[in-house]
C-alpha cells in the first residue's frame, strides 16, 4: 500500500480549526515583566549548572523548574550582584551602583539604626542607613526615581509580593506602595521574615509580643500549614488576575524570602533530603530552595494556562551569595557556592556570582548561553528598555547598562566593560574572608580586589581561575596598575565613600595610591 502523507493536511487543519493560542492579553504592545528574585541562593544552590561541569551541589538540589527556564531561555554564567541584601535591591530599583548611592550595607528595620559592626582597625562610613527614598530630603537614604513608578506611570499595573528592604520603618521607602507598586502583599523593611509557617502565623513572638521580623498582611493564611514562599506565591498570582482580564500589561516583583534563614522546615520536600543523608540544616536549606522552585513552577503553570507566556519576560535572579559564613555552627556551612570562593558578605565571587536565567519566547533563544558579565544594576535600564519606555525623568544617574542586545544574542560580548562591588562596612561580628570592608572591580577576564584593612589589592584571572586561589599581584604588577588607575578612577566618579584608620585619622589610600608602590 502506498504511505499518504496525510501529515501535512492534518497540521493544516489543526492550524484553521484551533483556538487561538494566545490571548487577548498577549496582544499588548508591552510585554508583562517578572522580575523572580530570591533571596541568599548561591550560584551553586540549584540542579542547573553555571559553571562548565556539573558538580557534586548540581547533584543534591532539585530546581526542575528551574531547569525549565534554562531549557526554554538564557542562562547567564557570569551574572552578579551586591554581596548583601539592600544594595542589591537598591541598585535594581535605581539602576544606580552601591558606591553611588552609599546604600552599601544592610539595613535595619529600625529606623537610624547603623547595622555595621564596630571595626578594630577602621572607623565606620557614614553610608545610607535607611536605605533608599523615593522621597527628597529623608535623612540617611539615597533619593531617587523607582523603577515600579516609571513603569506604573506608562500603563504597567504593577504588584509586589514577598520581601522588599528597600528602606527602614518609618521612612517613605519601607512601603512599597510608595515606590510605585499597586498592590503590595507581605513586603516591609524587614529583611528576613521570623518565621516561615502558617502554624506560628509567620511569627516567633519574643516574651510574648510579635517579633519585629514578623511577616505583615498574610492573615488570611494564619494557622494554616501554608509555607511563606507557598501564601507570597498564591497571592501574587491572584493578583495579576486583575491585569490579565483587564489586558493591561503587568510587572510583578517576586521577591522571595526564601532562602534566607531562618532554616524552618518546608515540609513538602524535607524527606526527600534527609534520605540522601544530608544533615537537619542542610536539608531544611534544600527544602527552602525546592519550595522557591516549586513556585516558580507555579508562575509558569500561571503563565500556560492564561496563554501568556509568549508574552511575557521572565527575569530570574539571586540578591546576593549562599550563605557560607556561619559562625553559629562552627563555621560548618550549610551551602558553599563552591567552586567559588567564600559567599554573602564578601567580594570574592562566592558572594556576588548569582544564578541568572531570563525567558522570553519571542526574542530569546531556547537553551542558549551568555557568557557577558552583567550587574544587578542593568536590570533597570533593562526593563526600561524592555518595556519600550524612554525620555522618562529620572532623579538619579544610572550606571547599569541594558542587556537587551544579549537577550536578543548570546554571543554579543564587551571585555572593555568596567563593573565594581563597593562595600566599606563590617557585616558582622566574627571575622571571614573579606566579608568586611572590602571592593572590587571586574574587567575582562581581570578582577582586582581591594582589603581596606591591610591596604592590600589582590589580582586574579577569573577565566583560568574562578576559585580566586591564585593571586597575581606580584607577578603582574603592570595589570594591578593598570585596572587600580581604572578602579579609583570610577570610585572617585561615583563620590564613593572610603573609611579611615582608626590609628592614624588618615583615609584608607585609593586603590591607584596602592598599586604605585608595588
Ligand atoms: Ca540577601
Not at 501554608?226 to 506565591?233: H, Q
Not at 526600561?384 to 541594558?402: E, F, R, T
Request: proline share 7%.
Amino acid at each position: 500500500m502506498k504511505f499518504v502523507p496525510v501529515s501535512k493536511y492534518f497540521l493544516l487543519l489543526i492550524v484553521l480549526v484551533a483556538p487561538q493560542f494566545s490571548s487577548a492579553q498577549s496582544k499588548l504592545d508591552k510585554p508583562n515583566i517578572i522580575v523572580f528574585l530570591v533571596d541568599d541562593m548561591g550560584w551553586q544552590d540549584t540542579s542547573v549548572p553555571f559553571w562548565t561541569q556539573v558538580t557534586a551541589f548540581n547533584k543534591r538540589y532539585r530546581t526542575p523548574n528551574m531547569e525549565r527556564l534554562a531549557r526554554e531561555g538564557m542562562k547567564f554564567t557570569n551574572a552578579y550582584a551586591m554581596p548583601v541584601c539592600t544594595p542589591s535591591r537598591v541598585s535594581l530599583l535605581t539602576g544606580a551602583n552601591a558606591a553611588r548611592t552609599h546604600v552599601t550595607h544592610w539595613t535595619s528595620p529600625d529606623k537610624d539604626k547603623n547595622t555595621d559592626y564596630e571595626d578594630p582597625i577602621l572607623k565606620p562610613v557614614d553610608w545610607n542607613i535607611n536605605g533608599f527614598s523615593p522621597v527628597a530630603d529623608i535623612a540617611h537614604t539615597f533619593y531617587g526615581t523607582p523603577l515600579p513608578a516609571i513603569l506604573q506611570k506608562n500603563g504597567y499595573y504593577t504588584v509586589h509580593s514577598g520581601k522588599a528592604h528597600f528602606g527602614s520603618t518609618g521612612t517613605p521607602g519601607s512601603d512599597p506602595k510608595n515606590v510605585g507598586f499597586d498592590v503590595n502583599i507581605a513586603g516591609s523593611s524587614i529583611g528576613h521574615p521570623a518565621s516561615y509557617l502558617g502554624e506560628k502565623n509567620y511569627d516567633n513572638p519574643v516574651k510574648g509580643k510579635p517579633h519585629r521580623n514578623a511577616v505583615p498582611g498574610l492573615e488570611a493564611y494564619h494557622g494554616t500549614d501554608v509555607f511563606l514562599t507557598d501564601a507570597i506565591t498564591t497571592e501574587a498570582l491572584k493578583a495579576i488576575e486583575k491585569p490579565v482580564t483587564e489586558q493591561k500589561p503587568f510587572f510583578l516583583y517576586l521577591a522571595h524570602y526564601a532562602v534566607h534563614t531562618p532554616l524552618n522546615a518546608d515540609k513538602r520536600f524535607l524527606d526527600l533530603y534527609l534520605k540522601m543523608g544530608l544533615d537537619s540544616s542542610e536539608a531544611k536549606y534544600a527544602a527552602l530552595v525546592e519550595g522557591m522552585d516549586k513556585s516558580l513552577g507555579d508562575v509558569l503553570n500561571f503563565l500556560d494556562k492564561n496563554k501568556i507566556g509568549d508574552n511575557t519576560l521572565i527575569l530570574f535572579m539571586s540578591d546576593n551569595g549562599g550563605l557560607s559564613t556561619t559562625p553559629a555552627r562552627g563555621g560548618q556551612a550549610w551551602t558553599h557556592n563552591l567552586p567559588l570562593k567564600a559567599g554573602k558578605g564578601s567580594v570574592y565571587e562566592g558572594g556576588i556570582r548569582e544564578p541568572m536565567l531570563v525567558r522570553w519566547p519571542k526574542v530569546v533563544k531556547p537553551a542558549s548561553v551568555a557568557d557577558q558579565y552583567v550587574i544587578i544594576e542593568d536590570f533597570f535600564p533593562t526593563i526600561l528598555d524592555i518595556a519600550g519606555i524612554k525620555n522618562h525623568k529620572l532623579v538619579q544617574k544610572v550606571d547599569g547598562k541594558s542587556f537587551l542586545p544579549i537577550l536578543k544574542n548570546a554571543n554579543v560580548k564587551d571585555q572593555s566593560r568596567e563593573i565594581l562591588w563597593h562595600h566599606p562596612n563590617r557585616w558582622i561580628a566574627a571575622e571571614g574572608p573579606n566579608i568586611h570592608y572590602a571592593s572590587a572591580f571586574r574587567k575582562g577576564d581581570w578582577k582586582l580586589i581591594y582589603d581596606y584593612r591591610n591596604a592590600k589589592l589582590e589580582l586574579y584571572n577569573l577565566k583560568a581561575d574562578i576559585g580566586e586561589q591564585n593571586d597575581l599581584a606580584a607577578s603582574k604588577p603592570e595589570k594591578v596598575k593598570e585596572l587600580a588607575t581604572l578602579f579609583s578612577k570610577k570610585l572617585k566618579e561615583m563620590n564613593a565613600q572610603w573609611p579611615v584608620f582608626k590609628s592614624s585619622g588618615e583615609q584608607v589610600p585609593l586603590p591607584d595610591v596602592v598599586a604605585a608602590k608595588l
